[in-house]
């Protein structure tokens, strides 16, 4: 099939790191690999922020990238990319009207993508295919006047539900979301993201010295993430160190906001000797961070589908997590580690106390985690899934080897 994947602002070929380059990038770039290495045709368009990249970059891994002009040839935050969406949707219709290279469907990433494949819809037909990987209204309903989305964004992702013709939820709660949003039942699948679990095993080398009471949190350094939290609780758990892996590189933490913050708050709370930031880590040495580690903890205010617990899980790491979003679906309670109620950090110290107290029982919940992250959560079986919708909009048939061979 040929496969148009839209992520306006989240490139599969950017670095990650900062406030806005996290997992809709590896979930795209992750994707996009496995479903050309199903045999598919895949092509990611993604908006031009740079006059320095070629107009189409050929990923290693087998798919196409296009840097489509709208808006100014510049990095911008994604919450200032809506006016230029019209643009970029009638940009794609006159590429695929032109040729030589037009999609059998379309899979549009984040709201403001939906809204360029509509526009494109309208000028060149073809089914159309949504994953919101963050939803508004869960957004505004925890960071309130902190949002900075733009005011449209809940009624644009609502009408998008309803005009798009396939919508993809990650997890449970985004599914129950979107049916409280309005979105038609019938029109929404629940089909998970995954993790790589040959680069994510628990034999490798390990990133930092052995030492007992190690707990690693991984994510980009923005408040949601709620590494306040884990800071609160590292002053109930004096023999533990935290360490809180991503942002921007090394060299940039000490101007970064939410660095500074939580590095007062360490000094404040007299935990800063145990509290240590690494800034961005490369994708290739994460499974050696989390190798490091005892525990993973995942204190964030909501997560829409959270790959950070998935990669532990995959490495044998028993994760502690707030229970919201899809980290409910991913650790399972007492069985991978423990789901403890959302911002209670008392609940979350006394959970990893005990935990890192029991070096049995996190073995125990090590070997369930490998277990279930390659039983359930493998990108070529999302890939799969995908496919079948696809299939089911298009028509389109593939051959039963192409299914199968990722
Ligand atoms: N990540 C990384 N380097 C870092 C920090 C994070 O490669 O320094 C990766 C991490 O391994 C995960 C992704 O970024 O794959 C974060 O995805 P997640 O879904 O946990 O959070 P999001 O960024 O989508 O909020």
């Known amino acids: 099939m040929r496969i148009a994947m839209i992520s306006e602002h989240a490139s599969p070929l950017a670095a990650i790191g900062g406030v806005d380059a996290g997992g809709q990038n590896l979930h795209v770039a992750e994707l996009a690999t496995a479903l050309s290495a199903a045999g598919h045709d895949v092509c990611v368009y993604t908006r031009r922020d ?14 196409t990238v296009v840097h489509v002009p709208a808006g100014p040839p510049r990095r911008l935050p994604k919450d200032e990319l809506l006016p230029y969406m019209g643009e970029f949707g009638q940009w794609l219709a006159a590429s695929w009207t032109a040729g030589p290279w037009a999609p059998d469907v379309v899979h549009s990433h984040f709201w403001m993508s939906g ?23 869960v957004k505004r309903r925890y960071q309130g006047a902190l949002d900075t989305s733009p005011a449209q964004r809940i009624s644009y992702e609502r009408i998008l539900g309803k005009q798009v013709d396939q919508v993809i939820a990650q997890c449970s709660d985004e599914l129950a979301e979107l049916v409280a949003l309005g979105v038609p039942r019938r029109s929404i699948r629940l089909i998970p993201s995954g993790v790589d679990a040959t680069r994510f095993t628990p034999s490798g080398p390990s990133a930092l010295p052995r030492r007992t009471g190690r707990i690693l949190s991984v994510g980009r350094l ?39 913050h ?15 930031l690494t800034g961005a880590v490369a994708r290739e040495e994460m499974p050696e961070w989390y190798r490091s580690a ?5 204190p964030a205010w909501y997560e829409p589908f959270g790959l950070t617990p998935l990669e532990a899980m995959a490495c044998g790491v028993p994760v502690v997590a707030y229970a919201v979003g899809g980290l409910v679906d991913t650790v399972v309670d007492s069985v991978t580690g423990y789901l403890v109620p959302p911002r209670d950090y008392r ?7 005990e935990l890192l107290a029991d070096p049995v029982r996190r073995l125990e919940f090590g070997a369930a985690a490998v277990d279930r992250a390659a039983e359930c959560y493998s990108w070529s079986r999302t890939a799969d899934q995908l496919v079948a919708v696809y299939q089911q909009l298009t028509r389109v048939e593939v051959p039963v080897e192409a299914v199968s061979a990722g």
């Open 347 to 353: 609940a979350l110290a006394k959970t990893l106390r």
């Open 294 to 298: 005892d525990l993973v903890a995942c």
């Open 262 to 276: 939580l590095r007062w708050l360490a000094q404040e709370r007299g935990v800063a000797d145990r509290i240590r």
């Open 115 to 137: 809204l360029a494949a509509l526009t494109a819809r309208s000028r060149y037909s073809v089914p159309v295919v949504q994953t919101y990987h963050a939803l508004g209204v």
């Open 50 to 63: 740079s006059d320095a990249y070629p107009d189409t970059v050929r990923a290693a891994s087998g798919f």
């Open 222 to 260: 923005v408040e949601r993430k709620g590494y306040a939290d884990l800071i609160e609780a590292m002053r109930l758990l004096p023999d533990a160190e935290a360490v809180i892996v991503g942002g921007p590189p090394a060299s940039q933490l000490k101007d970064d906001p939410v660095a500074t």
